[in-house]
C-alpha cells in the first residue's frame, strides 16, 4: 500500500490525495528536520463507507479527506444542545378581574366580588344602540290675548273721570251715565251783504262785493274782477258806483257787453250780464 509521502499514513492502491492528511500523494516528502517525527495515529480498521459530498465518491468513514477529490468530509453537524426546562413562572400576587376589576388573590380562579372566571377575557363593550328619533310634537295652540281692560268712565259732558258708585260729576254735576252732548257744527259764514257781482251764479259761484267807487271786469291780471275767459277783452267793462246805483258800461271790448251794447247802463237787483262766455249777476 503506498504511503503519503507527508504523514506517512497508508493508503489504498490508486489513492491520490491521502487519507489521513489530504496531501497530495505525489507530493515530495519534506526535508528531513533532525528531529524525532511524531507519531503517526493508528487508523481504525476499514469498515462502513461514506460518500463525499463534494464529489460522492465513497471513501471509508474514518476519511478525514475524500480519496478522490481530495476536499474534506464533512462530518454531520453537531446535534443542537438540549434546551434546559424551565421552571414555572410564580403566579402574580394579585389578580385585577377582567369583568370587575377587583383586586384577587394570585392563583385564584373565580373572583371574590362577582363570582366570574379570573382567566376569561373581558366582555366587549357593545356600542350603544341610536335612540329613536323624538316624535315631533304638533305645536300648542297659542291662547287668544287678553281682551283689555274697560276704559274708566268719565262725564260725557266735561271728561271728569267718574269713581264708582257717583251718580253725578264732581265737576260740573252731569248725571253719570247721560249721553254725550253733539259736539256744535260751525256755523255758516254769513253770505255777503251790500251791491255785489255773482259771477257764474248757475256754477261754482264766486261774489265779488262792490266796495269801490270804480270796478274794472276784465281779463287783465290787474283788474279787480278778473275773468279767465278768452272771448274777454283785456279792458272790457267797469262799474262805477253812483248816487242813483251802480252803472255799468262798456269801454270798448271787442264782443261786447250783453244788455244794451256799447252803453251805459244802471244795474237792477237781478239783472245779469254776459261778457264773453261769462255771466254775472248783480244783487244788492
Given at each position: 500500500m503506498p504511503k503519503c509521502p507527508i504523514c506517512d499514513y497508508d493508503n489504498p492502491e490508486g489513492t491520490k490525495a491521502c487519507r489521513e492528511c489530504g496531501s497530495d500523494m505525489s507530493a515530495t516528502p519534506p526535508a528531513d528536520s533532525g528531529g524525532t517525527p511524531e507519531p503517526i495515529p493508528v487508523a481504525a480498521p476499514a469498515g462502513e463507507m461514506a460518500a463525499c459530498p463534494s464529489c460522492e465518491a465513497e471513501n471509508p468513514a474514518e476519511a478525514k479527506f475524500c480519496k478522490s477529490c481530495g476536499k474534506p468530509?464533512?462530518?454531520?453537524?453537531?446535534?443542537?444542545?438540549?434546551?434546559?426546562?424551565?421552571?414555572?413562572?410564580?403566579?402574580?400576587?394579585?389578580?385585577?378581574?377582567?369583568?370587575?376589576?377587583?383586586?384577587?388573590?394570585?392563583?385564584?380562579?373565580?373572583?371574590?366580588?362577582c363570582g366570574k372566571s379570573l382567566t376569561a377575557p373581558p366582555p366587549e363593550e357593545?356600542?350603544?344602540?341610536?335612540?329613536?328619533?323624538?316624535?315631533?310634537?304638533?305645536?300648542?295652540?297659542?291662547p287668544p290675548p287678553e281682551p283689555p281692560p274697560p276704559p274708566e268712565p268719565v262725564c260725557s259732558?266735561?271728561?271728569?273721570?267718574?269713581?264708582?258708585?257717583?251718580?253725578?260729576?264732581?265737576?260740573c254735576g252731569t248725571p253719570v251715565g247721560a249721553p254725550a252732548e253733539a259736539p256744535a257744527e260751525p256755523a255758516e259764514p254769513a253770505p255777503p251783504s251790500g251791491p255785489r257781482l255773482v259771477i257764474n251764479p248757475d256754477d261754482e259761484a264766486t261774489v265779488v262785493v262792490l266796495t269801490k267807487d270804480e270796478?274794472?271786469?276784465?281779463?287783465?291780471?290787474?283788474?279787480?274782477?278778473?275773468l279767465k275767459d278768452g272771448y274777454v277783452s283785456s279792458h272790457h267793462a267797469v262799474v262805477t258806483k253812483k248816487d242813483d246805483g251802480y252803472w255799468i258800461k262798456d269801454v270798448g271790448s271787442t264782443n261786447g257787453t250783453f244788455i244794451q251794447v256799447r252803453t251805459e247802463l244802471l244795474l237792477k237787483p237781478g239783472d245779469v250780464l254776459k261778457l264773453g262766455q261769462t255771466l254775472i249777476r248783480f244783487e244788492e
Open positions: 468530509m464533512a462530518a454531520p453537524p453537531p446535534a443542537p444542545p438540549a434546551e434546559e426546562a424551565k421552571a414555572p413562572d410564580a403566579p402574580p400576587a394579585t389578580i385585577a378581574c377582567p369583568s370587575c376589576g377587583a383586586e384577587n388573590p394570585g392563583g385564584g380562579k373565580f373572583c371574590k366580588a357593545k356600542a350603544p344602540e341610536p335612540e329613536a328619533p323624538a316624535e315631533e310634537k304638533a305645536p300648542e295652540p297659542t259732558k266735561c271728561g271728569a273721570k267718574i269713581a264708582g258708585g257717583m251718580k253725578f260729576c264732581g265737576e270796478t274794472t271786469v276784465n281779463r287783465s291780471e290787474e283788474a279787480d274782477v278778473v
